[in-house]
């Protein structure tokens, strides 16, 4: 994982789309001056706003959360994706749990 902000990496993926970096900022929800700190490796970006730019990027979240330098979990991974997965079982048990009290 890298250990800085790869803004080479993130102006060449916006170019590559026609985007600048105040629509990056914008769909991410975030001020200009808050994208230009992440930049600068000033501002870690949250998994929501990971998941945003993989959105806009046409990357993976795994592969933004790389170039970006970042330490937190991406969208999906981690906590996140481990409480999804014990929600689906529960909620399948349970609706076993039902439909033996019917039968």
């Given at each position: 994982m890298a250990l800085f902000f790869d803004a080479a990496w993130f102006d060449a993926a916006l170019a590559e789309?026609?985007?600048t970096r105040t629509v990056l900022a914008a769909a991410a929800g975030?001020?200009?001056?808050?994208?230009a700190l992440a930049y600068k490796d000033q501002r870690e970006?949250?998994?929501?706003e990971v998941g945003i730019f993989a959105e806009l990027l046409g990357a993976p979240p795994a592969e933004i959360a790389r170039h970006a330098g970042i330490s937190t979990p991406v969208p999906g991974s981690g906590a996140e994706g481990r409480i999804a997965e014990l929600e689906r079982r529960v909620a399948a048990l349970e609706a076993e749990v039902a439909r033996l009290r019917r039968g």
């Amino acid at each position: 994982m890298a250990l800085f902000f790869d803004a080479a990496w993130f102006d060449a993926a916006l170019a590559e789309r026609g985007l600048t970096r105040t629509v990056l900022a914008a769909a991410a929800g975030m001020s200009e001056t808050e994208l230009a700190l992440a930049y600068k490796d000033q501002r870690e970006l949250s998994a929501r706003e990971v998941g945003i730019f993989a959105e806009l990027l046409g990357a993976p979240p795994a592969e933004i959360a790389r170039h970006a330098g970042i330490s937190t979990p991406v969208p999906g991974s981690g906590a996140e994706g481990r409480i999804a997965e014990l929600e689906r079982r529960v909620a399948a048990l349970e609706a076993e749990v039902a439909r033996l009290r019917r039968g």
